[in-house]
Structures are given as C-alpha cells and as structure tokens.
C-alpha cells in the first residue's frame, strides 16, 4: 500500500487518470496499474539478491572463509547466478520497465505536440 502511494505522489497524473471517469486518459491509467507492480517487483528482485548473497556468505563463512572475503566472493558469484536463479522475476522487471518507459516517452511527445500545437489540448 505504501509503494502505491509513493508512485502515485511522484506523478499526480497518474493518480488523477487512475480515478474512475478520468474522461479520454485511459492509457495513462493502464500504466498506473504497472507502477504498484514494477515496484513490487523490483523490490522483491532487490531482496532475493541481497538474501542470495547472505545465504552464499554464509556458506562461504561455514566453510571457514574470513567474513570480508566471503562477502565479496559471494557479491562476485551472485552476479550470474541470479541471472539464472531469478530469470522470470527479473524478465518482469525489464517488461515493467519498459511499459513504463513507453508510457512516459507517449505522454511527454503527446505534450511536446499540444506544445507546439499540433494536437488539440482535449487531454486537460
């Protein structure tokens, strides 16, 4: 609930075209629904990474290694391993991202054209 509200602070438009009756912005809200998702996601990346690296350190500190070391060997062996150990998550991540990217890159030349007027201002 938290990261929701943190996306939707971060763009306002967002939030105001998720809102039911937001009239010819419906795009937008499709990729509003992305945004509590990519988050999420992200995070549990991020989080099953860092666990990856404690759970290789620790067996690394098991097998008599000095602290130091088995944390950079596991950072080292983590890099590819998750790769392959977190594919799908990871893929969701990249698919997140780049509807997101796409969604920022059609508003900003939807702007740039009401700009230079080229397109009608009805999205106001």
Same mark, same amino acid.
């Given at each position: 609930?938290?990261?929701?509200?943190?996306?939707?602070? @971060?763009?306002?438009?967002?939030?105001?075209?998720?809102? $039911?009756?937001?009239?010819?912005?419906? $795009?937008?809200?499709?990729?509003?629904?992305?945004? $509590?998702?990519?988050?999420?996601?992200?995070?549990?990346?991020?989080?099953?990474?860092?666990?990856?690296?404690?759970?290789?350190? &620790?067996?690394?500190?098991?097998?008599?290694?000095?602290?130091?070391?088995?944390?950079?060997?596991?950072? &080292? &062996?983590?890099?590819?391993?998750?790769?392959?150990?977190?594919?799908?998550?990871?893929?969701? &991540?990249?698919?997140?991202?780049?509807?997101?990217? /796409?969604?920022?890159?059609?508003? /900003?030349?939807?702007?740039?054209?009401?700009?230079?007027? @080229?397109? $009608?201002? @009805?999205?106001?």
């Amino acid at each position: 609930m938290r990261e929701q509200q943190e996306t939707r602070t @971060d763009e306002p438009e967002a939030a105001v075209a998720a809102t $039911p009756g937001a009239g010819p912005e419906q $795009p937008t809200g499709e990729t509003s629904e992305v945004k $509590p998702n990519l988050a999420r996601d992200i995070a549990l990346y991020t989080a099953a990474r860092f666990g990856l690296v404690a759970v290789v350190a &620790v067996l690394l500190m098991l097998a008599q290694v000095p602290v130091l070391v088995a944390i950079a060997v596991s950072v &080292v &062996v983590v890099m590819p391993l998750s790769l392959l150990v977190f594919g799908k998550l990871r893929r969701r &991540v990249a698919v997140g991202m780049a509807e997101r990217t /796409r969604g920022r890159r059609e508003r /900003r030349e939807q702007l740039r054209a009401q700009l230079r007027g @080229d397109a $009608p201002a @009805d999205a106001e």
